[in-house]
């Protein structure tokens, strides 16, 4: 069992910056992936960036060269640092993990996790 507790959120006026961050905790051993996703009022949730155990990265292209996602193993974080905001980055973001979990029968599985989300809001 994982919980997702993101922090953050908030209004900023365009081009201005934030910093998103999630802290796991619970009973797992081992973060795989650790992502961050937003939905945007009136669309689907979609994927804004994802990082590896090991570190590598991949973005959506909306926010490539503006958002950047990184990770500390050790305190099981994953942040978000979003610069050059845009009205149209408006949404909810969620945290989200997969971890390696024992199940009732005793094996080892790999289950996915979602945070409640966190507001951000682009305007001026």
């Known amino acids: 069992q994982v919980q997702l507790v993101e922090s953050g959120g908030g209004l900023v006026q365009p081009g201005g910056s934030l910093r998103l961050s999630c802290a796991a905790s619970?009973?797992?051993?081992?973060?795989?992936?650790m992502a961050w996703y937003r939905q945007i009022p009136g669309k689907q949730r979609e994927q804004v960036a994802i990082?590896?155990?090991?570190?590598?990265?991949d973005y959506q292209d909306s926010v490539s060269g503006r958002f950047t996602i990184s990770r500390d193993n050790a305190k099981n974080t994953v942040s978000l640092q979003m610069n050059s905001l845009k009205p149209e980055d408006t949404a909810v973001y969620y945290c989200?993990?997969?971890?390696?979990?024992?199940?009732?029968?005793?094996?080892?599985?790999?289950?996915?996790?979602w945070g409640q989300g966190t507001q951000v809001t682009v305007s001026s």
């Open positions: 989200f993990c997969n971890a390696n979990i024992r199940d009732a029968l005793g094996n080892w599985r790999i289950l996915g996790y």
């Open positions: 619970g009973s797992f051993l081992g973060i795989n992936n």
């Open positions: 990082i590896t155990r090991s570190g590598s990265t």
